[in-house]
């Protein structure tokens, strides 16, 4: 057995196939949550928004549920801190989520949404200050911050100040909504000294969030009557049902457990990448320049709200030593958002 370096071949081996199982795990978890908003926005010509998330998630939920059950371990619920963990993810990070990216998809192409969905990160740090007294956002992050609003700005356009922009301001105002809850309740999750796995969590999350839509959409008038049975309504809500629900969060978990948090949420940056280029072939979606435009500044501002994690993750990449006080922490924790 030969040893390069104080490791022998067979570490080498392990750690190159290791690398590749994180880098599918990536790319499965882009392409499914980045495909949901191509989805999303094919569905919404046949079925009403509200009633589409609710479905998504009945579909999404008796396949996770059945996976964690089968799986067994720490599968379902056990503390107070569990149950209002899931409470929270029901409620914030897929039941309002959901309604309000669906509703705000209707206004807007795919790519744009996935934009503006991307904020998550970069929203967070706000509700840090409040919720998390050991968080603190120095004056660079919040520059961070004041960039991804910036992003959003040049997304909207001064275009839709006129009555002919009405919709897009409020197709961006509808997902931005959604973009601040899902920041607010991964921040709020950061309270919670769970115990319950995050798959687990999330499927009983969706469980919670299926209910609670299908009460909203009851509220707001929708009904299976307003369905419009397609074979793309059919192919959309199995879409966003299957791979782009029971199976990107199985891969989004499984990212986290292989790379950490941090690296695990660059895939807020994949995922619109994905949505714009599959918009665009699928359903034929124009790319506005101030979509592309506004997703840089965004980027940047990521960048430099997330700088001390980036820096200390180019650092391992380079093989460098990293501070013994660095965790691999993030101001979101780490959950369903999509």
């Not at 009557?225 to 809500?237: E, F, G, I």
């Not at 101030?290 to 940047?300: D, E, N, Q, W």
Request: charged share 15%; hydrophobic share 50%.
């Amino acid at each position: 057995m030969s040893a390069t370096g104080g490791r022998t071949a067979n570490e080498d081996e392990a750690e190159t196939e290791s690398g590749r199982r994180t880098l599918l795990l990536f790319v499965v978890a882009s392409l499914t949550f980045g495909t949901a908003f191509v989805g999303i926005k094919a569905g919404l010509v046949d079925l009403p928004p509200v009633l589409f998330a609710a479905i998504r998630y009945d579909i999404g939920a008796a396949v996770l549920l059945a996976y964690v059950y089968r799986r067994g371990g720490y599968w379902r619920p056990h503390t107070r801190n569990d149950v209002i963990a899931v409470a929270i993810a029901g409620v914030f990070l897929s039941g309002l989520n959901a309604t309000l990216l669906f509703s705000g998809q209707q206004y807007l192409t795919t790519g744009t949404a996935a934009v503006i969905f991307s904020l998550v990160p970069v929203l967070a740090p706000l509700f840090a200050l409040a919720l998390l007294p050991e968080e603190r956002v120095d004056l660079v992050g919040m520059v961070g911050i004041l960039l991804g609003v910036v992003g959003v700005a040049i997304i909207v356009g001064l275009n839709s100040l006129s009555t002919t922009g009405e919709e897009t301001a409020l197709g961006v105002a509808l997902v931005g909504g959604a973009a601040v809850a899902a920041a607010f309740g991964s921040v709020l999750l950061r309270r919670t000294d769970r115990s319950i796995p995050g798959l687990g969590m999330t499927a009983w999350a969706l469980v919670l969030a299926a209910g609670l839509v299908h009460g909203l959409s009851l509220l707001m008038g929708e009904s299976p009557t307003d369905v419009t049975p397609t074979l793309r309504a059919l192919v959309a809500v199995l879409w966003v049902g299957l791979p782009a629900t029971a199976l990107a969060f199985p891969a989004y978990y499984g990212l986290i457990d292989r790379a950490g948090p941090v690296r695990a949420n660059l895939i807020s940056y994949s995922v619109p990448l994905v949505a714009t280029g599959v918009g665009t072939v699928v359903l034929g979606e124009a790319i506005p320049i101030r979509t592309v435009l506004g997703f840089a500044v965004i980027v940047v501002g990521f960048g430099l709200v997330e700088r001390r994690n980036l820096e200390y993750e180019v650092r391992r990449l380079r093989g460098l030593p990293v501070p013994p006080d660095h965790g691999d922490e993030h101001v979101c924790e780490s959950a369903p958002r999509g």
